[in-house]
Each structure stands twice: as C-alpha cells, then as structure tokens.
T-cell receptor, first 114, second 114 residues
Framework: DGGITQSPKYLFRKEGQNVTLSCEQN?????MYWYRQDPGQGLRLIYY???????QKGDIAEGYSVSREKKESFPLTVTSAQKNPTAFYLC?????????????FGAGSRLTVL | DQQVKQNSPSLSVQEGRISILNCDYTNSMFDYFLWYKKYPAEGPTFLISISSIKDKNEDGRFTVFLNKSAKHLSLHIVPSQPGDSAVYFC?????????????FGAGTRLFVKA
C-alpha cells in the first residue's frame, strides 16, 4: 500500500524546545512539501523539495528547518524561533512533471505548545 | 499576499441540489487549478483539476469551470450528497526555479443537509 506516513500524530512541546516531525513516502515521488494549517487560513507552504539534497523556502519558512537526505524522507524541525508553532502540519508529495502536480497528503501531525 | 482566495468560509445546501464553490486568483502564471476535499484531522484528498488552457473539466458529479479573464474558477457538485460535507480547498500550481509550487486558498466548509 503506497502512501505518506507522518509521525507522531499528536505532539506536545514546551516553549523553547525544538521538535522534529517525520514524513516518509513510498510512492517513489520526487517532490515533497510541508504545509501548515491554521483555522481560517487554509494551508500555507513552509518548505518544499524537488530532489534529494535540495529544498526551497515556502511562504512561511521562518522558524523551521528541513533536510532531504533520502528521496523517501523529508523531516521538518520546528525550532524555538517559531513564534506560533501550535498548528496542524501536513506533508505531501508528488511526481515532478506530472501535469497538474497533484499532491498526495499524509494524515497530518498536530503540534501543541504548552 | 493571498494569491488564491476563497471568500466564502461556509456554504449550506440541501441534499440533491447544486453546490457551487468559488475561488479567485491573482497570478496569471498559474499552470493548473485543483480542488481538494478535507475531513477533520485528515490530509486533503485530490478531487478534480483543470489546466489553465481549458475552461471546463467534468468528472462524475463534479465540474470545474475556469474563467481566465475574470481570474475566477468554480466547483459545481450536482447532485449534492450528505457525504460531500467537508472543507473544500481551491489550489493553484505554478512552476518556478525551485520546482512546482502549489498555493491554497483558505477553504470553504460545505454542509449538505439531508
């Protein structure tokens, strides 16, 4: 069964701590994305990566970092510099050059800062 | 700078009637427009797309219309069913130097009443 696995599903963090969200895909997709969803604001792009060892900042990259050491993995670190980290985080992937660039999403990770 | 806008946060429709969800955009360079459906605590799932060179695409009960001169697209669901109740996101993709980038609107919550 091909898909995207995000973990953990729920995560609690104290202020000042860094936390890493995992995203793994077995779809053999080239491109991977991280989005953040807040109530009433839809999905906002944090980072994206088209190939291994390369990634681009999205619209709200400040306070986040990523790595793309393997094609199937694109972890997101939420650092203590992120002012409002409490949100629902979504990872997605797609096959580059596939026309409409349809994204396949994971089930999401909900991060709550205490 | 909101490049993709969904101005109606919610829409309520009677079962069997037509649902019309609207979306406006500002960037003329978008290659494709897509609609995604999302249930709470899940990732969005792809519904239907349309190329920027087309004005209509139909898939079963779902039809997307694109008016390029008005920078407006709409999703029609006919007939609406209670299972269609979800949040619908309009999205647009564009190719840039970093690869394909997909921008989402804020979403419209559809309620279909039985």
């Amino acid at each position: 069964d091909g898909g995207i696995t995000q973990s953990p599903k729920y995560l609690f963090r104290k202020e000042g701590q860094n936390v890493t969200l995992s995203c793994e895909q077995n779809l053999n997709h080239d491109a991977m994305y991280w989005y953040r969803q807040d109530p009433g604001q839809g999905l906002r792009l944090i980072y994206y990566s088209q190939i291994v060892n390369d990634f681009q900042k999205g619209d709200i990259a400040e306070g986040y970092s990523v790595s793309r050491e393997k094609k199937e993995s694109f972890p997101l670190t939420v650092t203590s510099a992120q002012k409002n980290p409490t949100a629902f985080y979504l990872c997605a992937s797609t096959q580059s050059g596939s026309g409409a660039n349809v994204l396949t999403f994971g089930a999401g990770s909900r991060l709550t800062v205490l | 700078d909101q490049q993709v806008k969904q101005n109606s946060p919610s829409l309520s429709v009677q079962e069997g009637r037509i649902s019309i969800l609207n979306c406006d955009y500002t960037n003329s360079m978008f290659d494709y427009f897509l609609w995604y459906k999302k249930y709470p605590a899940e990732g969005p799932t792809f519904l239907i797309s349309i190329s920027s060179i087309k004005d209509k695409n139909e898939d079963g009960r779902f039809t997307v219309f694109l008016n390029k001169s008005a920078k407006h697209l709409s999703l029609h669901i006919v007939p609406s069913q209670p299972g269609d109740s979800a949040v619908y996101f309009c999205a647009a993709s564009v190719r840039n130097t970093g690869g394909f980038k997909t921008i989402f609107g804020a979403g419209t919550r559809l309620f279909v009443k039985a």
